[in-house]
């Protein structure tokens, strides 16, 4: 019941309440604030002290209004017309993916915790003019996601990343991902792997000689998919222009994953991403253990 009455508001209240989100965050519980310090200043040690907390601070505003967002995106399930008239985020290059979708047998798009990330299931609706989505249908659309420990915060992600979806047949976690994929060969999928998390369990994984000042170990586990069936590679951003809006925009990695070695796919994507967070460094997700 109080989520039914939660998911009627519109996304002016949520953005109302991130307010005291970003109070308790960064005033009052002072969330993971040395682990956001932390990264903030090893990843950009010309920085001054005193640029370092305006960037911490402006990050919590950042989070915050993610955490609103995607409050509101969960509740615009089955709900496409409210998703395209909220202008949230606008698919700027669908023709790459357009592309990568004819001329491979199926896609994977990599994206990090940058921007909102919590909005890729509205993808469909992020078209204006006559931009528009061909031949791929929202169900060969397949999110890979970690599960979560709280099944109240795994049901607000899977409403959001599935929103596109009436099943669940979409939703494939990590572990299974592998299985999913050669059991599907023979059809065309898009395959969204979100992949900036420190390595986990047994997971294989490289270490790059230098992301954002740092020696940072990556999971191959998406680029060894791709490049053992063949994929094309695609970069993903979501980037905050301004409060309410985002950017969601294509950058191919490769037309044929085979050709590249599953660490060379990796050092392209951290690449990719490292010049989003310089451009915009308070669109990450300063808060999460990238470097252990």
């Known amino acids: 019941m109080f989520m039914q009455v939660v998911f009627c508001l519109p996304i002016k209240v949520y953005y109302s309440f991130s307010n005291i989100i970003y109070f308790f965050l960064a005033k009052v519980l002072h969330y993971r604030k040395n682990e956001v310090l932390c990264n ?33 995106f969960a509740s615009s399930r089955n709900k496409p017309q409210k998703l395209h008239d909220s202008r949230l985020c606008e698919l700027t290059n669908v023709e790459l993916l357009n592309h990568a979708y004819e001329s491979s047998p199926s896609v994977l798009i990599l994206m990090s915790h940058f921007g909102n990330w919590e909005l890729i299931g509205g993808m469909y609706q992020y078209l204006y003019g006559d931009a528009k989505i061909e031949k791929l249908d929202p ?137 989003d967070i310089i451009n915009n460094p308070t669109n990450y997700l300063w808060s999460h253990k990238r470097w252990k």
């Open 40 to 72: 903030l200043s090893r990843s950009f040690p010309e920085k001054k002290y005193w640029e370092i907390n305006q960037l911490a601070d402006t990050f919590y505003r950042h989070l915050s209004w993610v955490f609103a967002e995607t409050f509101w």
């Open 139 to 275: 169900h060969d659309v397949c999110v890979v996601y970690l599960k979560l420990r709280s099944p109240f915060w795994e049901e607000v992600m899977k409403r959001g990343r599935l929103a596109q979806c009436p099943d669940t047949e979409g939703y494939i976690e990590s572990s299974n991902v592998l299985r999913y994929a050669l059991s599907h060969k023979d059809q065309k999928k898009v395959y969204v792997f979100p992949t900036d998390q420190y390595p986990y369990g047994r997971a294989k994984y490289v270490e790059l000689d230098s992301f954002l000042n740092q020696k940072t170990k990556t999971m191959l586990g998406a680029a060894q998919l791709a490049n053992k069936l063949s994929y094309s590679v695609l970069y993903m951003s979501i980037d905050r222009q301004e409060k309410g809006h985002y950017k969601m925009s294509f950058t191919q990695i490769c037309e044929d994953a085979s050709k590249l070695s599953p660490e060379e796919i990796m050092r392209q994507y951290y690449a990719l991403l490292e010049q």
